[in-house]
């Protein structure tokens, strides 16, 4: 019985046109014409098998997982072949022996339902072996020497491309990220502005009976130095005057302080009190990661990715990998001001 949504030559012509685009251009137009052709045989193939084959008893998806393996592994040995400095006549009977292991080790890994990784880790140990055995026999045949051996053993242009998609990531992650920067400092601005505004409400409200705004800044001064340590709190007192300092020694030892300060003037004197005091925060990743993950406590994640919704896959991805607890690898400069763009955001 034929497989529902599984048309294996359109699939094989799909593989084959790919395949042109991504041929090294550097080579001849007979390897490029090889790499091609080799690939779509053995995709055409492969799909034909699975489709006729009504005992496997397998989906379109696991169909096309198949075929789509062959294709990748078809591709990038392909390659291994033309760079190898075996002579052409013997790459044919090479890529037959790889396709068919690929077949029989995808075909079986799907009959006992093996997760989709652990088949591909199988599949490349496969093709890495049969590779290798055949290049062993060509020498111990006398075909090759064992420079030629060498040569081909060492060629792997799947672990190539792997390599260069690395170091373009790495790229764009070192990349300027202005974009960003300036998105979270305006909106740390904007947050600033309304502070401000709402300050401003509050001292045109306050009466003689209430609190002044110096007073409450100093009570806030006060509230932070209980938890300093002394020769920070010794710090702050050399840098306010002698008024005030015997004002915050007074607040202090008040039993309610905490009641009568203002939120959004407490957050002005930590701002200010940045001016005498470091920041000595080590940029680290558990600083980032620990960062964003008081920020996932406090908000949820639909929030958070609303926040990022118009930002790069690199940026979204590394929002969510560390929401799950994991860091994605960015370079720890960049990782901190996402982090910030994130707090400032919501």
Request: charged share 35%; proline share 2%; net charge negative.
């Amino acid at each position: 019985m034929a497989i529902d949504g599984f048309d294996y030559k359109e699939f094989a012509q799909s593989m084959a046109e790919q395949a042109k685009e991504l041929v090294p251009k550097d080579l001849p137009q007979e390897d490029q014409d090889y790499i091609v052709n080799t690939l779509g045989n053995f995709t055409m193939l492969a799909g034909e098998a699975v489709y006729n084959d009504e005992s496997l008893k397998i989906t379109a998806d696991q169909a096309i997982f198949i075929t789509q393996v062959i294709a990748e592994w078809s591709f990038h040995k392909s390659i291994d072949l033309i760079h190898s400095g075996i002579d052409r006549m013997y790459w044919d009977t090479i890529m037959q022996k790889i396709a068919f292991t690929i077949f029989e080790v995808a075909k079986q890994g799907i009959i006992r339902n093996i997760q989709q990784d652990q088949l591909l880790q199988a599949i490349e140990h496969h093709v890495v072996k049969v590779y290798k055995k055949c290049i062993e026999d060509l020498e111990k045949r006398g075909v090759i020497d064992e420079e030629v051996k060498e040569q081909a053993e060492n060629q792997s242009n799947i672990d190539d491309m792997a390599k260069q998609a690395a170091e373009e990531q790495i790229k764009q992650q070192e990349a300027p990220l202005e974009d960003i920067d300036n998105k979270r400092r305006e909106a740390q601005k904007r947050r600033e502005d309304e502070r401000k505004r709402r300050r401003i409400e509050k001292e045109k409200e306050a009466t003689a009976g209430a609190l002044t705004v110096r007073q409450m800044r100093l009570m806030s001064l006060a509230l932070v130095m209980r938890i300093l340590t002394p020769d920070k709190t010794n710090l702050l007192m050399n840098n306010i005057d002698d008024g005030d300092r015997q004002l915050v020694k007074s607040y202090m030892g008040m039993a309610n302080l905490e009641s009568q300060i203002d939120g959004d003037i407490l957050l002005d004197c930590l701002k200010d009190m940045r001016n005498f005091i470091p920041n000595r925060r080590k940029l680290s990743q558990e600083n980032v990661m620990g960062d964003l993950l008081r920020l996932y406590r406090k908000n949820s994640r639909d929030k958070i990715e609303k926040v990022i919704k118009n930002e790069r896959p690199l940026v979204k991805r590394f929002i969510s990998q560390a929401y799950d607890g994991e860091y994605s690898g960015l370079p720890l400069k960049v990782a901190d001001i996402v982090a910030q763009y994130v707090e400032d955001s919501i």
